[in-house]
T-cell receptor, first 114, second 113 residues
C-alpha cells in the first residue's frame, strides 16, 4: 500500500532561519506529491504540489522537488517568518486509484520564534 | 464563496449517542471526502464520494456512515459514538481528477466521553 513518512516535530526555529522538513513515500504506482499547511485553528490548505519526477513545486518561498530515485519530497524555505508557524503535512495521491484519495504523513509542527 | 463549511464546530457526546456532522461546498466540486485527524497520525480517510450518488469506504470506515445528499452536501453519521472516535473531523472537496487540489473545511472537534 501507499504510505508517507515525515519527520516528527516540533521543529523550533528563529526567524530568518533555514527550514527543511523531510518527507519520504512508498507508493505502488506513480504518485503525485503535495505539501499541505494547517495554520492554528484552521483546516488544511494546499501549499505546493508536483506531479512527476524532477518537478519542483514552489509557493510563498517554500520549495520541494519530486525525487523519484530517493522517493522523497523534502520541503525547504530559506528564511522563515513567525507567520510560518503551522503544521505541515506531506501527502501523495495515487493516480491509478479512483477518487483522488490522499495519503498523509503524520504532520510536522513548526514553531518560529521572533 | 464560502468554500467548504462544516457544522458544528465543536461537539461533546456521551458514549452511545448518535450525531451527524454536516459538510457543504459551493465550488460545484464533484468529489467530497471525510477525514479524521489524530495526533501524530496525520489525516486518515473515512469515506469519500467520487461523484454525486456514489460513496466508498476509505481507510477507517468502521463506526461511520455517510450520505451524499446532493452535489453540495456530504454528511457523516456516528450511529453509536465511542471514545475512540474522539478526534477532529475534516471535510474536503475537489474537482475529482487525480491531480486536483482538495479544499478543506475548518473542521469539527468531537469529544466522546
Amino acid at each position: 500500500g501507499n504510505s508517507v513518512t515525515q519527520m516528527e516535530g516540533p521543529v523550533t526555529l528563529s526567524e530568518e532561519a533555514f527550514l527543511t522538513i523531510n518527507c519520504t513515500y512508498t507508493a505502488t504506482g506513480y504518485p503525485s506529491l503535495f505539501w499541505y499547511v494547517q495554520y492554528p485553528g484552521e483546516g488544511l490548505q494546499l501549499l505546493l504540489k508536483a506531479t512527476k519526477a524532477d518537478d519542483k513545486g514552489s509557493n510563498k518561498g517554500f520549495e520541494a522537488t519530486y525525487r523519484k530515485e530517493t522517493t522523497s519530497f523534502h520541503l525547504e524555505k530559506g528564511s522563515v517568518q513567525v507567520s510560518d508557524s503551522a503544521v505541515y503535512f506531506c501527502a501523495l495521491s495515487d493516480r491509478a486509484a479512483a477518487g483522488n484519495k490522499l495519503t498523509f504523513g503524520g504532520g510536522t509542527r513548526v514553531l518560529v520564534k521572533p | 464563496n464560502a468554500g467548504v463549511t462544516q457544522t458544528p464546530k465543536f461537539q461533546v457526546l456521551k458514549t452511545g449517542q448518535s450525531m451527524t456532522l454536516q459538510c457543504a461546498q459551493d465550488m460545484n466540486h464533484n468529489s467530497m471526502y471525510w477525514y479524521r485527524q489524530d495526533p501524530g497520525m496525520g489525516l486518515r480517510l473515512i469515506y469519500y464520494s467520487a461523484s454525486e450518488g456514489t460513496t466508498d469506504k476509505g481507510e477507517v470506515p468502521n463506526g461511520y456512515n455517510v450520505s451524499r445528499l446532493n452535489k453540495r452536501e456530504f454528511s457523516l453519521r456516528l450511529e453509536s459514538a465511542a471514545p475512540s472516535q474522539t478526534s477532529v473531523y475534516f471535510c474536503a472537496s475537489s474537482e475529482g481528477g487525480v491531480l486536483e487540489t482538495q479544499y478543506f473545511g475548518p473542521g469539527t472537534r468531537l469529544l466522546v466521553l
